[in-house]
Structures are given as structure tokens and as C-alpha cells.
């Protein structure tokens, strides 16, 4: 299984992204996509999860701000963030969960400053 992110980058204070991330190999119908992050100096922490049904959970500290979706048929999950704050700076990791067991891609920066 691999993951393939894009979509990070330089934004000013308010500005928007969409972060894309793209699976491909063996992957079992039944997952759970989502988006984790690390800011400088800080642990890894859940950004939002997405079920194959469309169940989500997204962090509070970004609710209201981003939205996570999925396209199925092409394995792909998205996180839409608007109305971006400088500590929304960190690098954001693309994850895929199959019957428990964790693939990651290879994190894209999101860097927020004017």
C-alpha cells in the first residue's frame, strides 16, 4: 500500500488549502482515511478521520475551519482547510487504517504566515 499527498504550501492567515491524498496497492474496501499533523516542537496529534460509510471525526481545534471527504472509487480522501491560522503550521501526514494495522504517506508542509 502506498500514499501519495500534494496540496501543501505557503498561505497567508485566512487563506485556504486542499490537501489530497491518493492510495494505491491492495486495499481492503472497509478503512478509515484521515489526515494527522506535527507542528514544530509538538507530538503528532488527529487532524480528521474518515470511515468508507462517511463517518467523520475531526479534532475541535479545527472544526468549523476543515472539512474531511473521500471519493471511494478512487481511494483518495481530501481535507478541505479554510480560514487558516498560523498554528495550523505543521506537516500534514496522509493515513490509511485496514483492519487495525496503519500505512502513512509522506507528509506535506503547511505553512501559514503572512
Known amino acids: 500500500v502506498q500514499l501519495q499527498a500534494s496540496g501543501g504550501g505557503l498561505v497567508q492567515p485566512g487563506g485556504s488549502l486542499r490537501l489530497s491524498c491518493a492510495a494505491s496497492g491492495s486495499i481492503f474496501r472497509i478503512n478509515v482515511m484521515g489526515w494527522y499533523r506535527r507542528a514544530p516542537g509538538k507530538q503528532r496529534e488527529l487532524v480528521a478521520v474518515?470511515?468508507?460509510?462517511?463517518?467523520?471525526n475531526t479534532v475541535d481545534s479545527v472544526k468549523g475551519r476543515f472539512t474531511i471527504s473521500r471519493d471511494n472509487a478512487k481511494n483518495t480522501v481530501y481535507l478541505q482547510m479554510n480560514s487558516l491560522k498560523p498554528e495550523d503550521t505543521a506537516v500534514y501526514y496522509c493515513?490509511?487504517?485496514?483492519?487495525?494495522?496503519?500505512?502513512w504517506g509522506q507528509g506535506t508542509l503547511v505553512t501559514v504566515s503572512s
Open positions: 474518515i470511515t468508507t460509510g462517511g463517518t467523520t
Open positions: 493515513n490509511l487504517q485496514i483492519k487495525s494495522v496503519d500505512y
